[in-house]
């Protein structure tokens, strides 16, 4: 059973960052292509950022264009634990975070994801 446990939300001022992660594990993120998805009020659920790292070797790591430059994406394998370092926040960024697992096997052509984390909020004032 895929079990994704979310932590690191908060508020912060525009500019700031914030670190979220999510702890699942290893038979998890060595088989599956693992992301972040986010969804503010009123707006569908929309993929962030992905990375599939089999036993240890980056595969694949994409971002949404809205996030490329300002947020990474990385996987330790020491600690079970995925994050999402989110640097240079804007109040657009306002939304639940959610961890996520795709399909078994490496990421897509498209953002899927089965498994769903319970979310953690994030809020970025002006």
């Known amino acids: 059973q895929v079990q994704l446990v979310e932590s690191g939300g908060g508020s912060v001022q525009a500019g700031g960052s914030l670190r979220l992660s999510c702890t699942t594990s290893?038979?998890?993120?060595?088989?599956?292509?693992m992301g972040w998805f986010r969804q503010a009020p009123g707006n569908e659920r929309e993929g962030v950022a992905r990375?599939?790292?089999?036993?240890?070797?980056?595969?694949?790591?994409d971002y949404a264009d809205s996030v490329k430059g300002r947020f990474t994406i990385s996987q330790d394998n020491a600690k079970n634990t995925l994050y999402l370092q989110m640097n240079s926040l804007k109040p657009e960024d306002t939304a639940m975070y959610y961890c996520?697992?795709?399909?078994?096997?490496?990421?897509?052509?498209?953002?899927?994801?089965?498994?769903w984390g319970q979310g953690t909020q994030v809020t970025v004032s002006s």
């Open positions: 996520a697992a795709a399909e078994i096997g490496p990421c897509g052509r498209t953002w899927g994801a089965r498994y």
């Open positions: 290893p038979l998890t993120y060595n088989n599956h292509c």
């Open positions: 990375i599939y790292v089999p036993y240890g070797r980056i595969d694949y790591a």
